[in-house]
């Protein structure tokens, strides 16, 4: 049975009253009850034994001393406001109570925050909720993405997908308090979003790619609630999220021959080197790259292969070692290079293309701290291309210096994208660009032919 108790955390005058439900033996849950006292007038001494309250019934007394921890004093005298606390904290225990016999019942979890929401009830704090806000529906897909079915007949979402939500949350909440706004999920058409676009744009300073993954998002949010029948503007349907084609920025086969004959001065240059270089001829994501170990190498049919599980998608991957990663195990022993935490990583690895001489005037993005906002926000524009280098430039390198040399399929299963067309967009490509490749292909075989020895008869034997 579940019982309830209050108490004092200090001797602070005024001091918050806590409220205690003891839901089984090791289980309290502990909030502030919303009321506060002077400790002064706070009795811990105050408890009631079963007789003592058969006699106090008795007498027509109806105040009672709920749990062991204490209860306002009330003296001979009764003060008006004494008694109006003994009142306010009997009513809130028993609709806490009620609550938790109701929640059992239809088998609600109880914890921290059912508690806090029966306070906050029992205060009339809660807001009336409006299922039709367009808040309350990313915050329900939010909920709702831990137990979505995929395609791939996977359950739950990916915490990637699950915080690009709640980014989307967050930023329509800023868009609401810059417009003194709330709007609903009907409100949401093309114009809305021609309005929300200018917004993120000229006030938000945000590029396009980003402006357009919100737009995107806020469309699979209004499919949402339109499935779960919460009306919808009639042409939502209309609105299309959008990503600009930039450039792929990754590092030549040259300018790794250049990196890789580079030697440092500081051993941390040329460990975060050593890692660059594998990066670049296995194909991963730094999540995967960096914990790399001697147990991810494993021999296949006499060919010696590394063997990992990708921490983002969770398919198992097989990649052939290159004799530059062979090379680099061979000078550590057969074993990978020291581990680096990523932002290291980043921050190392731009310093070694620096000084490889990696400055060729590139066209991108990085991030700057506005003078003014003191806001970080990514940069376009040009600039030397070692400046330009993250960790995910590795999976850039492998996708685009193999592209055309190893067979599309083949690579997108080294990179684990679900598509050739996943895979062409991700390295800048397009369907032409892979027609023009079989077309080269067909011409060297034709070629090639052409240039096949042809026997002729010189006579006949006698």
Known sequence: MATIAYFLKSERNPSNIYLKLSVKRGVELKRKSGYVIDPGKWNTDNKETDKQRKNREAKGKKYSIIGKTGFPKVARTVEDKQEAMRDNLKNLSDSVI??????????????????????????????????DSLVYQIQAYVDFLPRKKLNN????????TIQKQKSLKTKIEQYQAYVGKKFKVSDISPKWVEAFEKYLFEVDKLNPNTSGRYVKHLKTVCRFASSNEVLTHKNFHAIRGYSVKRDVIYLTFEELDKIEGKTFEREALNNAKDWLIIGCYIGQRVSDLLNLTHKNLTTVSGMEMISLKQQKTGKQVMIPVHEKVKAILKKNNGKFPKKIADQKFNKHIKDVCEIAGIDEATYGGKMV?????????????MFPKHEL???????????????????????????????EQQFLAYIGKSSSDSALQVAEYWSKQAANKKKEPQMTVLGKAN
């Open 98 to 131: 009620e609550s938790y016999n109701e929640a059992v019942k239809e088998g609600v979890t109880v914890n921290g925050e059912w508690l806090q929401e029966q306070i906050d009830k029992h205060h009339g704090k809660v807001e009336v909720v409006d299922v």
């Open 153 to 160: 007949g996977k359950v739950g979402a990916s915490a990637g």
């Open 369 to 381: 701290k506005d003078k003014e906002t003191k806001i970080t926000r990514k940069q376009f524009g």
């Open 389 to 419: 280098v993250s960790s995910h430039i590795c999976r850039r390198s492998f996708a685009s210096n193999f592209y055309g040399e190893i067979p599309t399929s083949l690579l997108k299963d080294i990179t684990a994208h679900s598509t």
